[in-house]
């Protein structure tokens, strides 16, 4: 494993479609991050997963966010009734003990 | 609370000539300062990083930047660059903890290497 993957690379959905993404961090990274990044700006900080245990969720995560790491190794993070408002590239990053961030190279959404 | 202006949304330059990315940051502690690159299709990547010491940090691509503390700012220059060298540029400070889960992140730079 040479990296964060992430799947799918591009989602278009309709409004109100419920979508997942999926998030494979580095095999020896036990901390793991969901960015999202709209157009013209840098990525904004969602949640962070220590192995299993999500410690922290922005404001940004609303009700309709759901995100888990439920064997502390890949993650999925769904939107449930999706708006135009949350199309966005959605960025999936681990860190290694010195902290240093390896980021995938996102999921692109689509909201129609 | 903390927070990074890139001043320029859009940088061409050309090839081998000199080119600096600006960073201006506020924060109302000690902090850290990141370069991020992104080049096409790809994920973020480390590009340098200011922790202490000396107030000027190098990349292995020939990219410099200048902790300012006083001017708050952290610009990045290369003094030649490259055709290979055009990505998205992002500055990001984070607290005095340097964890990760505390990067802010600027708007981003785009550098155009033209020929």
């Known amino acids: 494993d040479t990296g964060v993957s992430q799947d799918p690379r591009h989602k278009i959905t309709k409004r109100g479609q419920n979508v997942t993404f999926r998030c494979d961090p580095i095999?020896?990274?036990?901390?793991l991050y969901w960015y999202r990044q709209t157009l013209g700006q840098g990525p904004e900080f969602l949640t962070y997963?220590?192995?299993?245990?999500?410690?922290?969720k922005s404001r940004l995560l609303s009700d309709r966010f759901s995100a888990e790491r439920p064997k502390g190794s890949f993650s999925t993070l769904e939107i449930q009734r999706t708006e135009q408002g949350d199309s966005a590239m959605y960025l999936c990053a681990s860190t290694n003990p010195n902290e240093k961030l390896f980021f995938g190279s996102g999921t692109q959404l689509s909201v129609l | 609370a903390q927070s990074v202006t890139q001043l320029d949304s859009q940088v061409p330059v050309f090839e081998e000539a000199p080119v600096e990315l600006r960073c201006n940051y506020s924060s109302s502690v000690s902090v850290y300062l990141f370069w991020y690159v992104q080049y096409p299709n790809q994920g973020l990547q480390l590009l340098l990083k200011?922790?202490?010491?000396?107030?000027l940090v190098e990349s292995i691509n020939g990219f410099e930047a200048e902790f300012n503390k006083s001017q708050t700012s952290f610009h990045l220059r290369k003094p030649s660059v490259h055709i290979s060298d055009t990505a998205e540029y992002f500055c990001a400070v984070s607290g005095s903890s340097g964890s990760a889960r505390q990067l802010t992140f600027g708007s981003g730079t785009q550098l155009t290497v033209l020929p």
């Open positions: 095999s020896e990274h036990n901390r």
């Open positions: 997963f220590q192995n299993e245990a999500q410690l922290e």
């Open positions: 200011y922790l202490s010491g000396s107030t």
